[in-house]
């Protein structure tokens, strides 16, 4: 059974950084594309930042503007955000997802396992 848990939100104030972490397991072959995602109340899922499993090709949404950094270590199964520079606009649910297939796909109905989620506050 996969299994796919994030760790790493939290509280913090606008200007400030935080790294979320994603750990896969169960999986029978190798885990294809990966990504984060976020969800405001009231709002869409929208694709945060995706990756693909060579590491070669990378999608970020227009909303980052260059302040996070995705990364995965595939010994690991593990994926990361490094957020910096983080604002208000920010705060929402950050979900981690897995897909089998490769290839950088960032849209929520391109993958199979998500997490539970890590809320991300940004809040003076």
């Known amino acids: 059974q996969v299994q796919v848990v994030e760790s790493g939100g939290g509280l913090v104030q606008p200007g400030g950084s935080l790294t979320l972490s994603c750990t896969i397991s169960?999986?029978?072959?190798?885990?294809?594309?990966m990504g984060w995602f976020r969800q405001a109340p009231g709002e869409e899922r929208e694709g945060v930042s995706c990756?693909?499993?060579?590491?070669?090709?990378?999608y970020y949404g227009d909303f980052v503007k260059g302040r996070f950094t995705i990364s995965r270590d595939n010994a690991k199964n593990t994926l990361y955000l490094q957020m910096n520079n983080l604002e208000p606009s920010d705060t929402g649910m950050y979900y981690c997802?897995?897909?089998?297939?490769?290839?950088?796909?960032?849209?929520?109905?391109?993958?199979?396992?998500w997490g539970q989620g890590t809320q991300v506050t940004v809040s003076s």
């Open positions: 997802a897995a897909r089998e297939a490769d290839g950088l796909r960032c849209l929520p109905h391109d993958y199979n396992y």
């Open positions: 990756i693909d499993r060579s590491r070669t090709s990378t």
């Open positions: 169960g999986f029978r072959f190798n885990v294809g594309g």
